[in-house]
């Protein structure tokens, strides 16, 4: 079956801390993306990336980055720098760049500082 | 700047009423995407509907409807008989095709819950 994987569905960090939510996608999707979701808000993009070796920032990247050395996979770290890190993350992915292609998530992976 | 609005943040039913999930959108460009999301309490997204500015006409399929009006910006999504299973919260989404990716702009969610 066809689908995106994120991993660890639940995750504890200590302040000070980087740490890596894994994502990985098998629907050959061009395209990937990373997003944060507060409660009772919608999601807000990190980072996306449209092609192996490229990405690019959206609108609350500071403190996270990610990499794309393979199609199927796209980590994000969340960095010491990310003052509030505790929230849940989305990963998504689409057949490619444009934006009528509608994108398919992960199960996410919930991330609290303790 | 486009933006999404979904004034409802909750709603309650009971089974077999019908609910309409409100969006209103904004954005200055006449070529855009409209999409609607479910996100059950498992927190996976699941896709519903993409729809294009130029394509007015609602929707249907199965107990589902869609309302699209440009005259009111507005894109509004129906549950007919809602059943308990349809407890979700339920994200309006815009995209501009302005040769960027990253232009999917969410609403806040419309948590619906469905009693029995």
């Known amino acids: 079956d066809g689908g995106i994987t994120q991993s660890p569905k639940y995750l504890f960090r200590k302040e000070g801390q980087n740490v890596t939510l894994s994502c990985e996608q098998n629907?050959?999707?061009?395209?990937m993306y990373w997003y944060r979701q507060d409660p009772g808000q919608g999601l807000r993009l990190i980072y996306y990336s449209q092609i192996v070796n490229d990405f690019q920032k959206g609108d609350i990247a500071e403190g996270y980055s990610v990499s794309r050395e393979k199609k199927e996979s796209f980590p994000l770290t969340v960095t010491s720098a990310q003052k509030n890190p505790t929230a849940f993350y989305l990963c998504a992915s689409s057949r490619g760049g444009a934006t009528y292609n509608e994108q398919f998530f992960g199960p996410g992976t919930r991330l609290t500082v303790l | 700047a486009q933006k999404v609005t979904q004034a409802q943040t909750e709603i309650s039913v009971v089974e077999k009423e019908d609910v309409t999930l409100d969006c209103v959108y904004e954005?200055?460009?006449?070529?855009?995407?409209l999409f609607w999301y479910k996100q059950p309490p498992s927190g996976e997204l699941v896709f519903l509907i993409r729809?294009?500015?130029?394509?007015?006409q609602n929707e249907i399929s199965g107990r589902y409807s869609w309302n699209f009006q440009k005259s009111t910006s507005s894109f509004n999504f129906t549950i007919t008989a809602s059943q308990v299973v349809d407890s979700a919260v339920y994200f309006c989404?815009?995209?501009?095709?302005?040769?960027?990716?990253?232009?999917?702009?969410f609403g806040s969610g419309t948590q619906l819950t469905v009693l029995p």
């Open positions: 729809r294009n500015s130029f394509d007015e």
């Open positions: 629907l050959n999707h061009d395209a």
């Open positions: 989404a815009l995209s501009e095709p302005t040769g960027s990716a990253r232009q999917l702009t």
């Open positions: 954005t200055r460009d006449t070529t855009y995407y």
